[in-house]
């Protein structure tokens, strides 16, 4: 009597929302094959109002949680230029205060440690703390000038990072109360449907994606490529709206495609540099039939040298 529906999809979203499409396209395709049967209009009319409710907060919740995607990436970028930058700076501020006298180690009193290690907060913590240091020096406004910027863009998108949490909070709850109920009416139509086909199980199956049910999909595959290798990586029914992450853990540059064939290259390509990484939608591929382009193709453009690749799917 348990409701496997509710118990598959708990912390899922994305699993619900697979099953939810599996099952309204398939009962309105169940249900348009038989013009005369009665049954299949109640089954799908109840269901489908669940569906689209599910659907919108889906998509609501995917935009909020691409948005702090991106707003986290972007702090992570800054973070990451932080030290290249301050080193810039270092060389504007050595001509005027030699490296090791008395003011240039009030400015970086622990070098520039603070500035690549520690936390998020403690690296714009130091930012701000070398703006301070300089002062009113006026052989250093330029140098301020800088820093100053720096600390503007990091606290902006620390800012803006947070914001977005709590959106996507917000978010969440909503979907989770569609998640509830479109579940709910997927187990509902089951026993619907047992009383229709008491004693025809495989018609009822037929009605809802079991295989997703029942088993935990991959969301993870990596894997070594010799020069120009193609290795066809995956099968996997995508829809648009699906999100990849694609990451080159070596010297080679990646060549990917979502492909009608095991190992094909006919779709769009999507190419990673080496030791870089990518999040993309499979709609980038530009293809028209997910049913038919469900093999996904990884290459290494490189001729000479050896590389891994990563993918992830969201």
Request: hydrophobic share 35%; net charge negative.
């Amino acid at each position: 009597m348990i409701n496997q529906f509710l118990v598959a999809t708990r912390n899922n979203f994305k699993k619900a929302f697979k099953l939810s499409r599996e099952h309204d396209s398939r009962l309105k395709k169940r249900m348009d094959e038989n013009p005369d049967d009665t049954d299949y209009p109640i089954a799908y009319n109840r269901y489908h109002v669940f569906h689209l409710e599910l659907v919108t907060a889906y998509n609501h919740w995917k935009n909020q949680g691409g948005m702090q995607k991106g707003d986290t990436i972007s702090l992570e970028q800054l973070l990451n230029m932080l030290p290249k930058r301050i080193n810039k700076l270092d060389l504007k501020i050595q001509p005027i205060h030699e490296k090791g006298s008395s003011r240039y180690t009030q400015l970086f009193p622990n070098a520039h440690i603070p500035f690549y290690s520690g936390t998020q907060d403690t690296k714009i913590s130091a930012v701000k703390t070398l703006s301070l240091a300089i002062g009113s020096e006026l052989a250093l406004a330029p140098a301020k000038i800088d820093v100053d910027i720096i600390y503007t863009e990091l606290l902006a998108a620390k800012d803006e990072q947070t914001g977005t949490k709590e959106h996507k909070d917000i978010a969440a709850s909503s979907l989770e109360k569609a998640r509830l109920r479109a579940m709910t009416g997927q187990y509902q139509n089951v026993g619907f449907f047992i009383n229709k086909f008491p004693d025809d199980p495989d018609s009822i199956e037929s009605l809802f994606d079991a295989t997703t049910l029942t088993n935990p999909e991959q969301t993870m595959w990596c894997g070594h490529l010799d020069p120009l290798e193609n290795h066809p990586t995956l099968i996997r029914t995508f829809a648009e709206g699906d999100m990849m992450r694609l990451k080159s853990n070596g010297d080679g540059d990646l060549r990917a495609f979502l492909a009608s064939t095991p190992g094909g290259i006919d779709s769009t390509e999507i190419n990673v540099t080496a030791h870089q990484e990518t999040i993309f939608d499979v709609a980038d591929f530009h293809v028209t039939d997910y049913s038919t382009h469900r093999y996904l193709t990884i290459i290494n453009k490189s001729n000479d040298k050896e590389t891994r690749f990563l993918v992830e799917l969201y």
